[in-house]
């Protein structure tokens, strides 16, 4: 039996001319030096593979002069939330003798599960303490690793799920107009300097949407007053990753001048100025029992020196004590909180029932106040913007929101129950309809 040989028509390529035309697997290559992510395309040259070039110590030093530039890259914002978070999470290591960092995926898993077997954390706030963590081990480990978070994305989920079921909302109550009018007032009342400071915390709050770190963020030269408004610079807002600032402009309300943010921070900043409060230094400051500047230097707060020994305060630079000026979100919530307790008590002799009749909302009863938060005022403010009919678009855009953020429709959601109820809407066409016989 005769054996016949397949003849195929073929193409001799020089490597160096290029692939042929006609697309096919290039068997005979050297793949060695190429990656997943090479892409060899019909009719153009092969890529070279890649040559690991040879280090020396210079590729791996940064500069006196720099470092201090890579150390401040971090935003400022949640700076003190996360270093207490991984201090958290170094102590639960050290305790049950785990490794901290790198952290395997197990130490995570189990560290997640007992924040939400301990009964103090609400999903929230375990998912925050897992992104700190799941971040520190990538910053700071070699080559960038980090544990899998695939489990504890699914436990958190879970978790959250079994939350809305069991837990009731802990969510500030909005602040509504009739509310910041009764905080407001509770400032008024004995006309001392901090109240100055916390009535235009207050109504600036609430007439720009801000957050309360925002608030503790301000520099007074971010601020410029006008007689019709005041523009405002936020520099600091939690979605813009790329340091890109927000330009704020806040009218005054002649309609309402006591709520007026415009009259009310320049009565602080006019106090200001008579205390000396540096321009280039925080808005709202802390002030001592004889309504001076306070500046309260700690081993927490005192800016350290590369071995940890803390800065001899005549040391400090102009930035490190800006730094220091600025106030925690923590403090603005508390001046908040303060003045929402003092309201409820000025409206004692007013009954619920009352209180609904004359639209107060964050100040119904006890229970209500004692919940008001300094998230209060930004939701309080979203909410009367939508009532007024302002496109969510635009209030998506002053309060910082994404245009479909949950958070922000959490805030409409009950507006859209009253005005879009299937009963609602069949009262209002009845009314009409007899109002129009």
């Known amino acids: 039996m005769s054996t016949e040989l397949e003849v195929l028509d073929g193409e001799l390529v020089d490597p160096d001319q290029g692939l042929p035309t006609v697309p096919g697997r290039p068997w005979g290559l050297d793949v060695s030096g190429f990656s997943r992510d090479t892409v060899l395309v019909a009719g153009q040259e092969l890529p070279s593979?890649?040559?690991?070039?040879?280090?020396?110590?210079?590729?791996?030093v940064i500069s006196k002069e720099t470092v201090r530039l890579y150390r401040d890259a971090r935003p400022h914002n949640p700076r003190r939330?996360?270093?207490n978070q991984i201090k958290l999470f170094k102590q639960w290591c050290a305790e049950r003798d785990r490794v901290a960092l790198p952290c395997t995926t197990a130490t995570l898993i189990e560290y997640v599960g007992w924040m939400i077997n301990s009964g103090r954390y609400d999903p929230n706030t375990v998912s925050a303490y897992k992104s700190a963590v799941v971040a520190w081990q990538e910053r700071e480990t070699p080559g960038r690793t980090r544990p899998s978070t695939?489990?504890?994305?699914?436990?958190i989920s879970a978790f959250r799920s079994q939350w809305a079921r069991t837990s009731t909302e802990k969510q500030s109550p909005a602040v509504r107009e009739a509310?910041?009018?009764q905080m407001v007032a509770a400032c008024d009342e004995q006309g001392r300097p901090a109240d100055l400071r916390d009535a235009a915390i207050l109504t600036l709050g609430f007439h720009l949407l801000t957050r309360r770190i925002e608030l503790a963020r301000l520099v007074v030269t971010h601020l410029t007053l006008h007689a019709d408004g005041m523009d405002v610079r936020l520099v600091d807002r939690k979605t813009r990753k790329d340091g890109s600032v927000y330009e704020g402009w806040v009218p005054a309300r002649d309609d309402a001048p006591t709520l007026c943010p415009v009259r009310r921070m320049r009565a602080w900043l006019d106090y200001g100025r008579r205390i000396r409060q540096p321009e280039r230094e925080a808005v709202f400051r802390a002030l001592d029992k004889a309504g001076r500047l306070a500046v309260r230097l700690t081993k927490q707060s005192c800016p350290q020196h590369s071995d940890c020994s803390p800065s001899d305060p005549h040391d400090l630079t102009t930035e490190e004590w800006t730094e220091l000026s600025f106030l925690s979100g923590e403090a603005i919530n508390g001046y908040v909180k303060t003045r929402a307790k003092a309201a409820e008590r000025r409206l004692a002799r007013l009954t619920e029932e009352e209180r609904v009749e004359h639209g107060f909302n964050a100040l119904l009863n006890v229970r209500t106040a004692a919940r008001v938060t300094a998230h209060g005022l930004r939701a309080g403010g979203a909410t009367e913007l939508k009532e007024a009919g302002v496109p969510e678009d635009q209030i998506a855009e002053m309060g910082d929101w994404a245009k479909d953020s949950k958070a922000m429709q959490r805030y409409f959601r009950a507006i859209k129950a009253k005005t879009q109820n299937p009963w609602a809407l069949a009262r209002a066409s009845r009314v009409a309809g007899l109002s129009t016989a």
């Not at 593979?49 to 791996?60: E, H, I, N």
């Not at 695939?150 to 436990?155: L, N, W």
């Open 49 to 60: 593979p890649f040559v690991q070039p040879t280090y020396s110590a210079r590729d791996f």
């Open 179 to 181: 509310d910041l009018e």
């Open 150 to 155: 695939i489990e504890v994305k699914e436990m």
């Open 81 to 83: 939330n996360v270093d």
